[in-house]
Structure formats: structure tokens, C-alpha cells
């Protein structure tokens, strides 16, 4: 199990860009899977982005593809999310994921630790 701590999210205007970070505790956090989710109001949750634990493969849901970046630095047990040209239906609580072993998770039920979300809200 690790602990998840998200942080970066605020309020941007449209076309603007923001970093989500999230930290994990404890020493294996390289043996993980990382995705990112998120849920805006009155919908379901839903995935955004994943990275492998090397930080090699990385996948993207379609509509964030070119403008979401997803990295990792295993040294620092941190996993990032950088994204640019945003837009008001980017608006949601982003949530980080972990889920050990190798492969690249896009499902919801694949992972079993998660943390308490982060804001993001864009403006038009």
C-alpha cells in the first residue's frame, strides 16, 4: 500500500496550464502504476492518464491527447501531471492512482490506492 497526496490544482483561465503533482510514501513506489482521474460535477469519474512503473509507456483518454503530459521521477516518488491548453470541460477533481506491478491500468477497478483529489477550474 501507498499513501497518495495530490497538489497543484487551482483556477486557470482558458488556454492556460497547470502541474499536478502527486507525492507517495513509502520505498517501492518505482514497482507502481500511475494513473490520473478525475470527476466532474454530476458525472463519473473518469480516467485520464497512466504511466508504467518504468515511466516508459504512457496512455491518454482521446480528448487530452496532445495537451496532457503524464511523468514520473521514481528518485523523488512523484508522478505528474502537466497540462496545457486547458478548458473549461477540463474542470474536475483530479485524482492520482496507484496499483502495483507492471502493465499500463486504464480501469478504475484496477487500482486499489488512491488519494483525496486535487481542484482543477477553468474559466471561460
Known amino acids: 500500500q501507498v499513501q497518495l497526496v495530490e497538489s497543484g490544482g487551482g483556477l486557470v483561465q482558458a488556454g492556460g496550464s497547470l502541474r499536478l503533482s502527486c507525492v507517495a510514501s513509502g520505498r517501492t513506489f518505482k514497482n507502481y502504476a500511475m494513473g490520473w482521474f478525475r470527476q466532474a460535477p454530476r458525472k463519473e469519474r473518469e480516467f485520464v492518464a497512466a504511466?508504467?512503473?518504468?515511466?516508459?509507456?504512457?496512455y491518454y483518454r482521446d480528448s487530452v491527447k496532445g495537451r496532457f503530459s503524464i511523468s514520473r521521477d521514481n528518485a523523488k516518488n512523484t508522478v505528474y501531471l502537466q497540462m496545457n491548453s486547458l478548458k473549461p470541460e477540463d474542470t474536475a477533481v483530479y485524482y492520482c492512482?496507484?496499483?502495483?506491478?507492471?502493465?499500463?491500468?486504464?480501469?478504475?477497478?484496477?487500482?486499489?490506492?488512491w488519494g483525496q483529489g486535487t481542484q482543477v477550474t477553468v474559466s471561460s
Open positions: 492512482a496507484a496499483r502495483l506491478g507492471i502493465g499500463l491500468p486504464i480501469g478504475q477497478d484496477e487500482y486499489n490506492n
Open positions: 504511466i508504467s512503473w518504468s515511466g516508459g509507456p504512457t
